[in-house]
């Protein structure tokens, strides 16, 4: 996104309203795309003609055995209760499109997922600043507002530890809390993290669901979540919260490291995993559109960015030679990456990524293999396309490419200022680097995976040929000679050297793309050749430690 995205949502907006999902339909549209139909009961009116009752829509959804993701799109559930910002699409004939979604806690009044306020009288503030009326119209009361509320005579909770304090989200890692007085049942109780959708500036509420495997007054088991359809909720880095059932909230202390985010599914109230899949010669080929090649010019930069994925996770990505007419997005077959037309996409997002997924049975429950990726830049976007830093009033084309691959990849945002997988970019700004812990080794856990899954009748994901890496785009090689150390040769074979132009110990490290530890052990000499004839082809991680310094170097075994 641009910054100042939410006064635009709320500027922009045909209709404001607050109000819980009482219902929910899947249908195709005219364009081939999949939505959902949400039926909204109205308790609040802050802008537009609203009456009890809306039906608005959602990009997405689950449609037989056919799942679409649009990224970053709203995704709600039945149950939901929150402010939304709705705007008619005329273009694809919707009365009422759900620009943005922002849960609230009807008994406290806290407001999740926004930055600037975490309550509903400060957020109603900032719709009456944005839209220029402070008029507030009641259509209902909410239930719950009905009902005793005794939180004023029951102690607040207490946290003492959070473990693991460093995970990754949507590969169900159970994480522990500890404490008392959460409540011997969970009942409106939940979790919150650290919004990864908005860098860690708001807490995200978990809402009572699968991600949570048990909870007692004294601890809380759950998955760490990263939930794209369905489900709003994103972990990332910082502080986590919890709300016991009578309204009460307590902070941890502590900070929990999120690596990164895989994308997962809330489906039938169960958790659902997503995989890559060999769609095209072992994985899948982009084709260009028009609008975005005659952009370029003839630059490599799709290309670029796509081997750049591919030599640092192993995911098999190719750019095909054909240029397509295509500007929009439907379950065609064909792999899109593209410019869009004008004014197709909102003026606050750079780009749309739009994934289509074939259900599979597994004995772990539905699998949804990716069998289709379109990717589609904002054609209304002040682009910089060169190999430069970008200029304050132009937007690093490279950047958002490579962001929005990450979405294909199946990873989600974080919160890291360094990584292309943050979920805002600012004029002049650039991440053009794979960050080692978020992107790559995120990216290295779902290649691996995808490629020994069961795929119900799909090809599985076949690793990329690292053969045909060009080593600059392997981050981190470039850096050799400033760290002074060498590794050689680089992709290997059976064996490869390191060589440092210091004496004394020092410790190494060989992680495989999954992080776990393949190698250990102490660099005695100038020069020490490690054999690798147990290792496997693929990527690999070396860490060189010597006291206070730290060396790392990304490595290929063809």
């Known amino acids: 996104m641009l910054p100042a995205a939410l006064e635009q949502q709320l500027l922009q907006a045909d209709k404001i309203l607050e109000g819980r999902v009482a219902g929910q339909s899947t249908f195709v549209g005219q364009d081939g795309s999949i939505y959902t139909k949400n039926h909204i009961e109205v308790y609040r009116v802050f802008k537009g003609s609203v009456g009890f009752d809306e039906e608005i829509i959602t990009e997405g959804g689950i449609y037989g055995d056919l799942m679409q993701v649009v990224t970053p799109s709203v995704q709600l559930h039945v149950g939901d209760y929150g402010v939304l910002a709705l705007k008619a699409d005329q273009e694809r004939s919707f009365s009422s499109v759900a620009t943005t979604f922002y849960s609230v806690d009807e008994r406290s009044g806290a407001v999740y997922g926004l930055k600037e306020t975490s309550t509903r009288e400060g957020f109603y503030e900032l719709i009456a600043r944005s839209t220029g009326s402070e008029t507030i119209e009641l259509r209902r009361i909410p239930m719950d507002l009905l009902t005793s509320d005794s939180s004023a005579e029951r102690a607040a909770p207490q946290l003492n530890s959070v473990y693991p304090l460093e995970v990754t989200a949507g590969t169900q890692t159970v994480l522990t809390i500890t404490g008392q007085g959460f409540g011997t049942e969970q009942g409106s109780g939940h979790v919150a993290f650290r919004n990864a959708d908005d860098g860690g500036q708001s807490f995200v509420a978990l809402q009572p669901g699968p991600h949570y495997l048990s909870w007692s007054d004294t601890e809380i088991q759950i998955y760490v979540p990263s939930a794209t359809l369905y489900n709003n909720v994103v972990a990332g880095t910082g502080e986590i919260q919890v709300r016991s059932d009578n309204g009460q909230t307590v902070t941890s202390a502590q900070q929990v490291t999120v690596d990164y985010a895989k994308s997962e599914v809330v489906y039938n109230q169960n958790l659902n995993s997503t995989m890559l899949v060999a769609m095209q010669n072992g994985g899948y080929e982009f084709s260009i559109n028009q609008q975005l090649n005659s952009l370029l010019g003839g630059s490599e930069m799709v290309r670029r960015s796509l081997e750049k994925w591919a030599c640092n996770t192993g995911v098999n990505y190719k750019l095909g030679e054909s240029v397509v007419p295509i500007a929009g997005w439907a379950h065609d077959d064909v792999n899109v990456f593209g410019l869009s037309n004008p004014g197709q996409l909102p003026s606050y997002l750079l780009g749309k990524t739009i994934t289509t997924f074939s259900g599979c049975g597994t004995p772990n429950g539905i699998q949804w293999n990716l069998i289709e990726v379109d990717i589609l830049l904002n054609a209304d976007i002040n682009w910089w396309t060169g190999s430069g830093q970008p200029t304050s009033d132009h937007f690093d084309m490279e950047t958002s490419i490579l962001h929005e691959l990450g979405h294909a990849h199946l990873l989600q945002h974080n919160n890291n200022e360094a990584s292309p997988m943050y979920f805002q970019l600012t004029s002049g700004a650039m991440r053009r680097d794979l960050h080692v812990q978020t992107d790559i080794e995120g990216g290295g856990f779902v290649a691996q995976q995808s490629a020994s899954a069961q795929t119900c009748g799909d090809e599985p994901h076949q690793l990329y040929d690292f053969s045909m890496c060009n080593l600059s785009l392997i981050n981190g090689l470039e850096e050799q000679e400033e760290t002074h150390l060498n590794v050689y040769?680089?992709?290997?074979?059976?064996?490869?050297?390191?060589?440092?132009?210091?004496?004394?110990?020092?410790?190494?490290?060989?992680?495989?793309?999954?992080?776990?530890?393949?190698?250990?052990?102490?660099?005695?000499?100038?020069?020490?050749?490690?054999?690798?004839?147990?290792?496997?082809?693929?990527?690999?991680?070396?860490?060189?430690?010597?006291?206070s310094d730290h060396y790392t170097q990304r490595l290929i075994k063809n």
Do not use: C, K
């Open 489 to 547: 040769p680089n992709p290997f074979q059976n064996e490869f050297t390191i060589s440092r132009d210091w004496d004394g110990q020092a410790n190494y490290v060989v992680f495989d793309a999954l992080g776990r530890t393949i190698l250990s052990g102490m660099l005695t000499a100038t020069q020490t050749v490690i054999s690798t004839s147990d290792f496997s082809s693929g990527v690999y991680l070396l860490e060189v430690r010597n006291g």
